[in-house]
């Protein structure tokens, strides 16, 4: 442990075999799904396939989608979750002096996800500064670690984080695939420091991103590179495509050295830990964990009942496995995914 005095202040950094540890917690969490729940026999009846093919094919029973003729959408289910966040945190609304918006597809092209909560949650005339990390599915685990920073730094002390993802609406009727995965949820969590006397640390960070795969997951409208005034913009480039199989294998080749680097470079022990969180691709892509020496026991999954909700995905079983009483302040945890890009991401914290 290493003391440094700045500005009058004793400023606690912690190290592991070199590694700093940011003193950050995640003070309190909410989550909210789309009010219509639909089973997988009700979309393999309009999909006009096999029944129990999806439950087969990628472990989901039912998923919830957002009433969006009745105005529920992505906005509205992350301010709901945010509300409950602040709840659970035991905080003033007024003591948040950021929010981060981490989701896994926009709002709108501008301006960013954040600054529409921040209205929507009654803060629009507060000044709190917003912005938006995107990484797609792994937007929650990136926004932690940039808040941690900023805790740290002690450019902020209360930072909203949140993920809400309604991709139903934008699903291609033509990719049974994309179809079946996806539901519509959100998620939200606070982040201070934690007091001395606490054990709720964020350990370490990893990231890594091949260009070579950004073609394999994407919606190619939105930008300047297919804009709207374009004759040969497609209203298909606006709809999400994936090569879900090729992804896969990609990502599967990637993680043997990603994993051995991760614990040699963070100097945590693989058994000492007690969830993974993986983001919720398949039941399939879920149990592939075990080839890498995690224990069934020590994956966390609830994609049965919720689907891939994209960026919303991780913190949505976070806040469920917190609800259960799954884990508890002290345990150690893994935030894992994977993204468009193609990017893999791993975060270590001690709850």
């Not at 004793?10 to 917690?25: D, H, S, T």
């Not at 998923?63 to 289910?77: C, I, K, M, S």
């Not at 680097?261 to 892509?285: A, M, N, R």
Request: hydrophobic share 40%; with cysteine; proline share 3%.
């Amino acid at each position: 442990m290493l003391a440094v005095k700045e500005q009058g202040i004793i400023n606690i950094i912690e190290y592991r075999e070199g590694i700093k540890m940011f003193k950050v917690k995640i003070a309190g969490m909410g989550k909210a799904v789309g009010s219509l729940k639909v089973k997988s026999e009700e979309l393999e009846e309009k999909m006009n396939v096999t029944s129990g093919w999806i439950v087969k094919a990628t472990g989901i029973e039912s998923r919830h989608y957002v009433d969006f003729e009745n105005g529920e959408n992505a906005l509205t289910l992350g301010v709901k979750a945010a509300k409950q966040a602040i709840q659970n945190s035991g905080i003033d609304p007024e003591q948040i002096d950021c929010i981060i918006g981490a989701n896994g597809s926009p709002l709108q092209a501008i301006p960013c996800g954040a600054s529409l909560f921040q209205r929507e949650l009654g803060l629009g005339d507060s000044g709190i500064p917003c912005f938006d990390v995107d990484t797609t599915c792994y937007s929650f685990g990136l926004a932690l670690f940039v808040a941690a920073n900023l805790i740290h730094n002690q450019v902020y002390n209360c930072i909203l984080i949140i993920s809400s993802d309604a991709p139903s609406p934008t699903l291609p009727k033509t990719s049974n695939e994309v179809r079946a995965l996806f539901g519509d949820g959100a998620a939200a969590a606070i982040v201070t420091k934690s007091a001395k006397d606490e054990k709720s640390v964020l350990h370490y960070f990893k990231m890594q991103t091949y260009g070579s795969g950004a073609n394999l997951t994407c919606v190619k409208g939105g930008g300047t590179l297919r804009h709207p005034n374009d004759p040969n913009t497609r209203m298909e480039d606006n709809l999400f495509q994936m090569d879900g199989r090729k992804v896969f294998r990609y990502a599967v080749r990637l993680l043997p050295d990603f994993f051995q680097d991760f614990f040699s470079e963070s100097g945590i022990c693989q058994s000492d830990v007690k969830y993974l969180f993986p983001h919720q691709t398949s039941k399939h892509g879920i149990d592939i964990f075990r080839k890498f020496g995690f224990h069934s026991e020590q994956i966390a999954s609830h994609i049965s009942t919720h689907g891939n909700c994209i960026a919303a995905s991780l913190p949505m079983l976070l806040f469920d496995y917190i609800e259960d009483n799954k884990i508890n302040r002290g345990d150690l945890v893994l935030l894992f995914g994977t993204s468009a890009g193609l990017s893999i991401g791993c975060v270590a914290l001690t709850y």
